[in-house]
């Protein structure tokens, strides 16, 4: 895209798009589609109407004003070191504790056992009895060894089986695998 000079040299217009520019948030593109001009030719106006610091303080507030709210880039996202909870990308809860993050329903049932998760054994595992991995309540939660865990797991085969485990509790479930076992 190229300068107008038929719109460089109309004084109206270029008092208008100086204004504008400077009573509003608008920016130099936003400005050139209200007129229906290039925004070459608004930066080029406002390149000669106002003074280099005045456009660079304008640019500025216009810029930050681009990026506030939903515009944001990192509108909703928590950085790295976030103290709360957040997702791991997996569907699990993590949280921050001592500086390292570690699994929200490892941390519960550490708690629960009285040890600190930094030394929560790696040979059990926390399953979760309703398979929302987010719901961390103590009675979601069942202690499990590696291979128990994947027995549960093996037991959730699109069946009838699956749907009658599903409704059970967790004694009745467990009930139910060991009687398997046998």
Known sequence: MSVCKKHLSD????????????????????VAARFRITHHTVCAIL???LSPNELKRLKAVKYS???TGDKNPQHC????????????GHGYLTEIFHGKRYFVHQ???????????????????????D?????NHLDNLAL??????????????????????????????????TSKLN
């Open 131 to 135: 398979g929302d991995k987010t719901n």
């Open 77 to 88: 996202k928590r950085p790295p070191n976030f103290k709360g909870q957040c997702h791991d």
């Open 65 to 67: 004003e681009s990026k």
């Open 107 to 129: 941390i519960v049932f550490a708690d629960v056992l009285g040890i600190s998760v930094e030394n929560f054994p790696e040979s059990v595992v926390v399953h979760h009895i």
């Open 47 to 49: 390149k000669q109407e």
């Open 144 to 177: 499990t060894t590696n291979r128990g865990h994947i027995a549960i797991h093996q037991r959730y085969i699109k069946s009838e089986i699956d749907y009658k485990m599903r409704k059970m509790t967790m004694a009745e479930a467990i009930k139910y695998l």
């Open 11 to 30: 004084s109206h217009l270029r008092e208008e798009i100086v204004t504008l520019y400077r009573e509003s948030l608008l920016t130099m593109e936003q």
